[in-house]
């Protein structure tokens, strides 16, 4: 079987937070007599994600206490008579920092496929 995986990692949650929110607050500029204009913090107002994705495993029912479904079963979109796996979805670490690693796979048919999936019931 031919296996894929996408891997999300934290190396710092402080920093990635303090850089979105950053990314987040600029969005404004003012213009000065000089012609120049300088950015100017806005807070911050909308929707934020942010998960560690510290988890046991596929089955942590922290997951769905945070928002989260890992998709399971058959149906689109998709290859049709593919499968859903919920257990492809893997929690771990490297390097101290927190891994979750989607795997997808097929043998070349289509009930020999495997399909991973995680979606949040908020939409950024």
């Known amino acids: 079987m031919t296996t894929f995986a996408l891997a999300f990692w934290k190396r710092n949650a402080r920093a990635v937070v303090a850089s979105g929110l950053l990314c987040a607050a600029l969005t404004g500029t003012t213009a000065h007599a000089s012609g120049q204009g ?3 913090a806005q807070p911050f107002a909308g929707p934020a994600l942010f998960d560690d994705f510290d988890y046991t495993g596929y089955r942590d029912p922290l997951i769905s206490r ?5 998709k399971s079963g058959q ?3 998709g290859v049709q ?4 796996r919920p257990r492809n979805i893997t ?7 927190s891994v979750m690693t989607l795997r997808s796979g097929t043998d070349g048919t289509r009930a020999g496929t495997e399909q991973t ?7 950024f």
Do not use: M, S, V
Not at 66 to 70: C, P, R
Not at 81 to 84: D, E
């Open 66 to 70: 945070h928002g989260w479904t890992l």
């Open 117 to 123: 999936e995680i979606y949040h019931q908020r939409k």
């Open 75 to 77: 149906g689109g979109p």
């Open 38 to 40: 300088t950015a100017t």
């Open 91 to 97: 929690f771990g670490t490297e390097a101290g920092n």
């Open 81 to 84: 008579g593919a499968t859903w």
